[in-house]
Structure formats: C-alpha cells, structure tokens
C-alpha cells in the first residue's frame, strides 16, 4: 500500500511505523513454527541456535519407539474411523438443512453445532462420566464416537456451505428424467459437492487428529494418541523427541491444508465457470 | 409425467386424483419428511453422543445421592424429626443399622467424604463410630454408643445439617462454584475464607480472556488492515503467514512456545545476545508466558473476520474524506474506523469465547495462579473425585460461555463464521 505523493512528512514517519509493526507482528506468528523444526534436526538435547550439529537421532526415537509409533497407529484408526463416520452423518444432515422445507431448522442447526460451541473440557468430563455409565471409557469405540460427536459440526458447515451454491434444477432436471432418488444423489449431487465433503473430511480428521483433551479423559493408555503423547511427554520432561513429533505433524497439517486450499480454488473455478 | 397429467392438470385435480392443492400438500409432506429423514441419524447420534451427557453432567451438579442411598432408615427416621433439638432413640437406631451396614457394604467412607465437604472433619468420626458400631452388642440401645463416639454427634447444628444433607438434592456445589454456602441454620452466606476460591478463578478467567482479546485486537488490527489493503498478489503471500499459524495444531504451537520460552531457550538466548537481557528472566510458568502463547494462537481468529470486513469497504471512502478536508487521523477514526466495528465485534467475541475454554495452553506455560475454570473441572473430575463440583464448575463455565455466545450470535451468527 503505498501512501499518496502528497503525503506529510508526519503521515510518512506513521505509516513507516505502521508498517514496521506489522513486520513484527508477522515474525512473532511464524517465528514459533519456523524455530521448532530446526531444533528437531540437532543433534544434541538441548533447545539452542546455533545448532550444535545436524542429527536424525530424535526421528530415530521418534519412529523407532513402541509409545510414539503405538500413538501414531491410534491417532490414524480413530482419526480415519470417525471421519468416515462423521463425514456420513455430517453430509446427510446437510443435505436435508439445505433442502429447504425443513421443520424446527433453527433448533436443529443449533443442536447440531453445539459440540463446536461448548468448551472441551466440559464435553470431556460430560462423556467422561456418560460412556463410563455404559462401558465406552478406556475403549477405541468410546474415543471414535467422541471424536466424530466433535468433527460433525465442521462437516455440517463446510457441507452446507457448498451446498447454498448448488443449482436444485439439476436434480430436478435428473427425477424428471426418471433417475431415481439414489441415482440422482449419485450421479449428479455427490460429484458436484464431492469438494466440499472432501473438504469437510479433512476438517474431521484433522479435528481428530489434533484433539488431545477428550483423548486424555476417554482413553486408556493403551488407546493413547499422538496429541496425548504430546501432552504427557511436555509436562514431564520435554525431550527432542518432542520436536520431531511436533514436525511431523506440522508437516502433515501443512499437507493436509495444502489439500484444501486446491479444493477450495477448484470450487471456486467451477462457480465461475458457472 | 405421464400424458394424462395435462388433462388432469387442466381439470384441477392431479394424476392421483386428488386435488391440485392436496396434492401439492402432500408433495410437500413428502419432502419435508426426506429432510427431516437425512438430518434424523446425525441428530439422534449428537443427541446421544453429547447432548444427554452434557445434560447427565448438568444433572450431577445438583445431584446429591450418597447420603441418601447409603443411609436410607436413617433418613426416613429424620422425616418425623423436628430440627433443633437432637433426636432420640430411634434416629439413632437407624443410623446405626444403616452405617452398619455401610460398614459392610465399604461405603462409610463415601458418606463420609459427602459429609466432609459441608462439615469439616466429619470423615473420620463417621469412620470412627462405624468401627465401634461394629463391634457393639446387637439391639441397642444406639444412642449412648454415639454419644461416647465423639461429641458432635449430640450437637443439634450437625443434625440440621445432616437432615439437610440427606436431601436427594443439592444446590452445594453450584453455590460452591461461586463461593457461597448454606451455613449450618440453613442461611446463604459466604464461602469460608480458605475454601472460597472459585470466583478469584470465575475472574482470573474472564480476566484472561479479556488480556488475550485485546492483545489479538492490537496486534491483529494493523496486519488486518495492511492484509485488505495490498494487492492480492501480495496480500495472499502474507495471509499464508497467518494461515500456517492457524492450521497447525495447538499442542504444536504450545510446545514450541514452551521451547522458546524456557529459561535456557531461544528467546533467553536471543535476549542475552542482543544485549537487553543481563541474565536470563523467567519467561514460562507465569502469567507472561500464558498470555502470550494464547494471543498467539487466538490471533487468527480475530484477524480473519477483521479482514473480512475492512476488504467490503471500499477504498474510495477514505480518499473522499481526505479531499473533503478531513486529516488522516480524522479521516480513519470517523470514516473508516467504524466501518470495521463489525469485524472487530465478530473476532474478538470470537477470541473471548473461545479463550473461556483454554485448559491445554495454561496447564502446559502457566504457573499454579494462570490456571482457568477448565482446569479445575479437570482437577476435580480426575485428582479430587469430587464430581458433584466438577460438574458444578462445568456448568458455570458453560453458563458464562452461552451468554457470551448468545451475544455472538445476535451480533454476526454462527454460520457467518468462515472456516479456513
């Protein structure tokens, strides 16, 4: 942005120091980031620059040691078991917001949402004592379910975002050519709003692949998940080995994003083809 | 359709034979009943899956069973009592005959610990008697084997309490949530001193909160303005500094503030290099080093909403105000400035509420005295295994938590937040 040429010399001291500022402001967000994957390259266990020397010793640990890799193990079965759920569930509901003739929507919307709304710690100690009262604590089934209770909302939104832009002739087009209600979903809903289910997938796995506060309440060591690893392991002794998991996934959500933002453009390409 | 519909249609009546305004009735039952079909299974599963034990939870907090499941004969004995005095014989009997089988049944000390939160120490004389009612010749008389036991047992203020006690329900761990009680005559007055600390938490949250939303509104501000006013081409290329931030995982960003900010990190090290440090201060575990995590992890949250709204408003306003005479200053508090309020509300609520709820930031960079509500419903469901107060906390967090989301939604609406 630049200023006009009849700017004061006063307007041109703020406007250096506007943009001074805003320079520190960028630094401070991805300096944390940016500073943590070096330190999971060195080869010694302490957190300092310059870097004593380059090392692949912590991702050694990292992949090599039962309690990461048990972790990552759990974090993907429960991640892919309630994305799949979620992503179900999540799309039909929003098929049937967005139809438009639906009773009570308002309440319906609200209730859907609420597991985003309600802080994690309560959601956490309200399952926590519900699933113990039917056998679901300490089990993988307990901790997918609680998992997709907390992904649906953004399957919900991302879906039903997509969804406001969808031209309802073509399945009226389709019916009345004689497909029938299944056939219709399938062959003309689905690969229109495939970006914004594959979007919402993500949203879920991610969700559940970041959770760490239900995960410590719901899970047994043995279903331990890489977040929950995390978290015992910060609070005890932080070891390298933490700043290789922390890259991992850095490098995984980047990926993951990466995905996203592509699905995003595309969406946006077709509603201006459009 | 088939070829009679046109007929049919002409006529006033459709294929089926009913009337046109029937039929399209019933056509639209039919569609409302598919809706309400796709979206029943996610509802049924939120329902089950959340929304019955957020309730269960809720319920807990007023819930009040050990008393009266443990001792049964000794509350129905009460029911004839008239408080005041202390009671005779036969309450005494069924007190008996419930701790012992209490004694049996291993749950003296439970009714105990329920008894303990109201009446301090009464654990122990409840443990005390249970053993020497045990051991007591059977069929009484009851009373003189309390009344040797310990004194308190003759006391009037503990049988009122205790009468009060064995109420199926409670309103003590909600007035506990906010430092309050039922003295022993049954009045409402404050939380003894050294017990009394939920509102100094209730206050430290919002008031954490309150720093975290408005560091994120400094700090995001500017960089909200200079992201809407700068060619996309370049405007794109810094938004990816605010978005790598925000897609990656909180614990991440936590742990690499804890890496920075110990004594021995980074940020030490830097400090000490540049010269503005002598020795190295103690960044973690306080107030300083909580705040700042979570502004940084919050920040995305007010910028984007902030953003985008200042890109809706048009760059023209400005220029004419300049060329109508109005100075720079001028110009943006009075034209462009409240242009961007509706942002500013949406992202900072957005921040608050969101802050309201942090247990994993405070628990891994704070000290013992930056430690939120969340916490302590943890603390209280894990370590203490006091549920009733646990729940009790849930509920005043959510309380707090609904108002300001009700706020939210009356001011910007929660599907008019964009993710990503």
Redesign the interface.
């Given at each position: 942005m630049a200023l006009p040429s009849y700017a004061s010399r006063g307007e041109r001291l703020t406007h250096a120091a506007y943009l001074g500022f805003c320079v520190l402001v960028f630094i401070f967000l991805v300096t944390p980031i940016l500073v943590i994957v070096p330190l999971s390259f060195s080869s010694e266990p302490w957190f300092t620059y310059p870097l004593p020397g380059l090392s692949l010793r912590w991702y050694e640990d990292f992949f090599g040691n039962e309690r990461w890799v048990v972790a990552i193990k759990n974090s993907a079965i429960v991640g892919f078991a309630s994305t799949l759920l979620a992503t179900t569930l999540g799309t039909l509901a929003a098929l049937g917001l967005s139809r438009g003739n639906l009773p009570y929507r308002g309440l319906i919307m609200s209730i859907l949402i609420s597991p985003m709304v309600v802080p994690v710690v309560i959601t956490a100690v309200a399952m926590y004592f519900a699933y113990a009262l039917v056998g679901l604590n300490n089990s993988y089934l307990g901790l997918i379910l609680a998992h997709t209770a907390l992904s649906t909302p953004f399957v919900v939104i991302t879906v039903t975002a997509t969804l406001t832009g969808f031209d309802r002739s073509l399945t009226r087009a389709a019916a009345s050519l004689g497909a029938a209600p299944w056939t219709v979903f399938r062959i003309v809903t689905l690969p229109i709003i495939a970006p914004g289910v594959v979007s919402g997938a993500l949203f879920a796995f991610v969700t559940s692949w970041d959770e760490v506060v239900v995960a410590l309440f719901l899970a047994s060591p043995e279903q331990r998940t890489l977040p929950r690893q995390m978290f015992s392991g910060i609070r005890e002794q932080i070891s390298p080995t933490i700043t290789a998991a922390a890259t991992f996934l850095i490098v995984f959500a980047a990926l993951l994003m990466t995905t996203l933002e592509l699905l995003r453009r595309r969406s946006e390409r077709l509603a201006r083809g459009r | 359709?088939s070829s009679t519909t046109a007929p049919a249609l002409a006529a006033g009546t459709g294929p089926d034979g009913l009337s046109l305004k029937a039929s399209l009735a019933r056509a639209?039952r039919r569609?409302?009943l598919?809706?309400?079909?796709?979206?029943?299974?996610?509802?049924l599963?939120?329902?089950a899956?959340?929304?019955?034990?957020?309730g269960?939870?809720l319920y807990?907090a007023i819930d009040n069973p050990e008393v009266a499941e443990t001792l049964p004969a000794t509350v129905a004995a009460m029911k004839g009592w008239t408080q005041g005095g202390v009671p005779e014989e036969p309450v005494f009997a069924a007190l008996a005959a419930d701790l012992i089988a209490a004694q049996k049944a291993r749950t003296t000390g439970l009714v105990g610990k329920r008894v303990n939160y109201e009446i301090p120490g009464a654990r122990s004389k409840f443990l005390k008697v249970g053993r020497e009612l045990e051991r007591a010749p059977a069929g009484g008389p009851w009373k003189p084997i309390f009344e040797k036991s310990d004194p308190q047992w003759t006391d009037p203020v503990f049988w009122s309490a205790l009468k009060r006690i064995g109420q199926p329900m409670t309103a003590f761990y909600l007035l506990s949530a906010v430092d309050l009680r039922l003295d022993q005559t049954g009045a409402l007055t404050r939380q003894v001193p050294d017990q009394a600390i939920f509102l100094d938490v209730l206050f430290r949250t919002l008031w954490i909160s309150l720093l975290v939303t408005v560091s994120t509104l400094v700090?995001?501000y500017?960089?909200a303005h200079?992201l809407a006013?700068?060619p996309p081409r370049h405007a794109n290329l810094?938004m990816l500094?605010?978005?790598?931030?925000f897609?990656?995982?909180?614990?991440?960003?936590?742990?690499?503030?804890?890496?920075?900010l110990?004594t021995?990190?980074?940020l030490n090290?830097v400090m000490v290099w540049l010269g503005l440090l002598d020795e190295r201060i103690q960044l973690i575990y306080n107030r300083f080093g909580t705040v700042l995590a979570m502004t940084?992890i919050q920040?995305?949250f007010t910028v984007l909403p902030i953003y985008s709204v200042m890109k809706g408003i048009s760059p023209a306003h400005m220029r004419a105000a300049?060329s109508l005479g109005a100075g720079?200053v001028y110009a943006f508090t009075r034209v462009y400035m409240p242009q961007t309020l509706p942002g500013v509300g949406a992202g900072c609520l957005l921040t608050f509420?969101l802050s309201?709820?942090y247990?994993?930031t405070p628990?891994?960079v704070g000290g013992p005295l930056d430690q939120m509500i969340?916490y302590f419903?943890?603390l209280y469901?894990?370590r203490e295994l006091n549920?009733g107060q646990?729940?009790a906390l849930?509920a005043v967090?959510?309380a707090v938590?609904m108002v300001f989301?009700a706020i939210f939604n009356r001011l910007v609406g929660?599907?008019k937040?964009?993710?990503?």
């Open positions: - | 359709m639209e569609s409302r598919v809706s309400l079909a796709l979206v029943t299974p996610l509802l599963f939120i329902v899956s959340f929304c019955i034990p957020l269960f939870m807990r700090l995001g500017p960089i200079l006013s700068l810094l500094l605010v978005l790598l931030p897609t990656t995982s909180i614990l991440v960003r936590t742990t690499a503030w804890v890496v920075l110990q021995n990190g980074v090290d940084h920040l995305p300049r720079p509420i309201l709820g247990y994993i628990a891994l969340s419903v943890a469901t894990n549920w646990a729940s849930g967090l959510l938590t989301y929660i599907d937040v964009k993710l990503g």
